[in-house]
Nanobody
Framework: QVQLAESGGGFVQAGGSLRLSCAAS??????????LGWFRQAPGKEREFLAS????????YYVDSVKGRFTVSRDNAKNTMYLEMNSLTPEDTAVYYC???????????????????WGQGTQVTVSS
């Protein structure tokens, strides 16, 4: 089993920035061998893919709507993934979730059904 805990959400004004963290743990879990992803779900909408990073950390993949504004990264020594979010708009308001595919793959994944474990989410609210 893998436990994920997101943090770093909160309130921010439009144009501002936030950095989300996702800490992973598990008795037999090997963080350095997993693929990681960020998703979000806005009120009344389906959960959508944002970004993913493969187990090496060298390959990332983003949905077009966040390219150039969001950056995903990982620190395998800390068992933590990050999402740096800049130039936030009210349309970015959502609950943000991290997810793990384990064992991971060399290719970052974008479909929800490709991930095995999910966090509980952290709320991000962007005011205009």
């Amino acid at each position: 089993q893998v436990q994920l805990a997101e943090s770093g959400g909160g309130f921010v004004q439009a144009g501002g920035s936030l950095r989300l963290s996702c800490a992973a743990s598990g008795r037999t879990f090997t963080f350095s061998s997993c693929t990681l992803g960020w998703f979000r779900q806005a009120p009344g909408k389906e959960r959508e893919f944002l970004a993913s990073i493969n187990w090496t950390g060298l390959t990332t993949y983003y949905v077009d709507s966040v390219k150039g504004r969001f950056t995903v990264s990982r620190d395998n020594a800390k068992n933590t993934m990050y999402l740096e979010m800049n130039s936030l708009t009210p349309e970015d308001t959502a609950v943000y979730y991290c997810a793990v595919e384990w064992p991971g793959s060399i290719v970052p994944k974008s479909r929800m059904d490709e991930y095995d474990y999910w966090g509980q989410g952290t709320q991000v609210t962007v005011s205009s």
